[in-house]
Nanobody
């Protein structure tokens, strides 16, 4: 069965960096677009970024453009999100999601606070 397991979240000061990972299994990872989606406390879901199956095309929400970088390693079945210049408003649970968001991981908490 499809499994997506996020890791790498934590507490970081404003201006800091974190790298999230999403380990995928149960499907042919290299055949699917992948996404990062987040949910801030008390708010709805916000799509953050997407990457095509080969990794050559990436897309970002305006709120993270220039600060976050999505990437993937198809040999390791792993999706990444490098987050730099973090702001308190980036505080959220971050989820990886497959394709058209049909499968989701359990999420990893990112808290940006001094």
């Amino acid at each position: 069965q499809v499994q997506l397991v996020e890791s790498g979240g934590g507490l970081v000061q404003p201006g800091g960096s974190l790298r999230l990972s999403c380990a995928a299994s149960g499907f042919t990872f290299s055949s699917y677009w992948m996404n990062w989606v987040r949910q801030a406390p008390g708010k709805g879901l916000e799509w953050v970024s997407a990457i095509n199956s080969g990794g050559g095309s990436t897309y970002y929400a305006d709120s993270v453009k220039g600060r976050f970088t999505i990437s993937r390693d198809n040999a390791k079945n792993t999706l990444y999100l490098q987050m730099n210049s973090l702001k308190p408003e980036d505080t959220a649970v971050y989820y990886c999601a497959r394709g058209r968001l049909e499968n989701w991981g359990q999420g990893t908490q990112v808290t940006v606070s001094s």
